[in-house]
């Protein structure tokens, strides 16, 4: 395991996070958001970096200011599986941190990132004073439930193209700014992080990719990906090839 330093509180104009900006912190007593930045924490990961580890004690809540953030499961087997890659204003970790339990998943940079986090305590406390708060947790943990049951109906109902195919949509719908020519996915990710991503062997994506590609559904470029047909690439997503 990754040997893990304790964060730095945050500070004056360090802070990373805009919490205000957040769903979770949506309409909340400004006086509350104030009390929880000034007890928030910084830390910032390199490249490759574990924040925690499957197993591991749960006591924060964290938010990604700048960079990029794996979260990973081990199969049965022992490889590893990724769940999700969240980027910049990305809240993470919360059900570890309300619960006490231990991590479920773990959790690395996939490149430098800045991170605030927010200890059980110092949110708790929010809880206890603001209770628009207790609602965004509400509907914070919904959106996770539903997010969950979705990555599992891909894991066991959908095949390898529906599986890719509801990742692009994903990476152009959020990640995604519109050019001349399609949809650019500003997110970039190797080949096996998209194929860890699908659950997909890398030979197995790169097929699916050019033959897209091919078909005219998305071009590839030094690493990049364009969306040419976000209407098609959505059909595969809910019925298949």
């Given amino acids: 395991m990754a040997d893990v330093q304790p964060p730095k509180p945050a500070t004056g104009a360090d802070k990373s996070a805009h919490l205000e900006a957040l769903d979770i912190f949506k309409a909340?007593?400004?006086?509350?958001?104030?009390?929880?930045?000034?007890?928030?924490q910084n830390r910032t990961l390199e490249k490759g970096e574990l924040?925690?580890?499957v197993g591991d004690t749960s006591d924060a809540l964290y938010?990604?200011?700048?960079?990029?953030?794996?979260?990973?499961?081990?199969s049965a087997a022992g490889a590893e599986v990724t769940l999700n890659v969240l980027t910049s204003g990305a809240v993470f970790?919360?059900?570890?941190?309300?619960?006490?339990?231990?991590?479920?998943?773990?959790?690395?940079?996939?490149?430098?990132?800045?991170?605030?986090?927010?200890?059980?305590?110092?949110?708790?406390?929010?809880?206890?004073r603001d209770p628009q708060l207790v609602r965004n947790v509400i509907d914070l943990l919904c959106g996770r439930l539903r997010w969950t049951s979705a990555r599992m109906?891909?894991?066991?109902?959908r095949q390898a193209?529906?599986?890719?195919?509801r990742i692009l949509g994903h990476l152009a719908r959020d990640?995604?700014?519109a050019t001349t020519g399609g949809i650019e996915v500003v997110l970039k990710l190797t080949q096996s992080e998209m194929a860890q991503w699908t659950a997909m062997s890398r030979e197995g994506l790169n097929k699916l990719l050019n033959r897209?590609?091919?078909?005219?559904?998305?071009?590839q470029d030094r690493g990049g990906l364009i969306v040419h047909d976000l209407d098609r690439i959505d059909e595969i997503a809910e019925f298949g090839e």
Avoid: C
Avoid at 153 to 157: G, N
């Fill in 175 to 177: 990640h995604g700014k």
């Fill in 28 to 40: 909340i007593d400004p006086a509350t958001v104030d009390q929880i930045a000034r007890r928030a």
């Fill in 51 to 53: 924040l925690f580890n």
């Fill in 63 to 74: 938010v990604i200011a700048e960079g990029r953030v794996r979260i990973w499961t081990v």
């Fill in 161 to 165: 193209p529906q599986r890719l195919a």
């Fill in 93 to 128: 970790g919360e059900i570890g941190m309300l619960d006490g339990g231990v991590r479920t998943a773990g959790a690395s940079a996939m490149l430098r990132t800045r991170l605030t986090s927010i200890a059980r305590r110092t949110f708790y406390d929010a809880l206890d």
């Fill in 153 to 157: 109906e891909d894991a066991t109902l």
């Fill in 212 to 219: 897209w590609s091919e078909e005219r559904l998305l071009s």
